[in-house]
């Protein structure tokens, strides 16, 4: 499975950006689906992950109620609508296909990120 991630950019404190990732190969309906960031000199931290059908879905605490991940798989085509977005959301996002987990280590194919960017 071959990931992009698009859909980054900048973005003034309390607004939204729509992240999207896209997937190549018939596979990807298989994959539970992972959004993780990352900032220089900090460990990737979980954003938040969808298993392969949509019916669950787990956030990280720190996005809890102001991000949310859908998928479609017909489009092999996972989402992450970011709203309320907050200077400290400021990371390099990449998306992921493996386990449904909040572990980096159970995702086994990867995306190369795309950046956002909040001001406050």
């Known amino acids: 499975v071959q990931l992009q991630a698009f859909g980054g950019g900048f973005v003034q404190a309390g607004g939204s950006l729509r992240l999207s990732c896209a997937a190549s190969g018939r596979t990807f309906s298989r994959y539970a689906m992972g959004w993780f960031r990352q900032v220089p000199g900090k460990e990737r931290e979980f954003v938040g992950t969808i298993n392969w059908s949509g019916s669950r879905i787990y956030y990280g605490d720190s996005v809890k109620g102001r991000f949310t991940i859908s998928r479609d798989n017909a489009k092999n085509t996972v989402y992450l609508q970011m709203n309320s977005l907050k200077p400290e959301d400021t990371a390099v996002y990449h998306c992921?296909?493996?386990?449904?987990?909040?572990?980096?280590?159970?995702?086994?194919?990867w995306g190369q990120g795309t950046q956002v960017t909040v001001s406050s």
């Open positions: 992921a296909a493996g386990v449904f987990s909040t572990t980096v280590q159970e995702y086994d194919y």
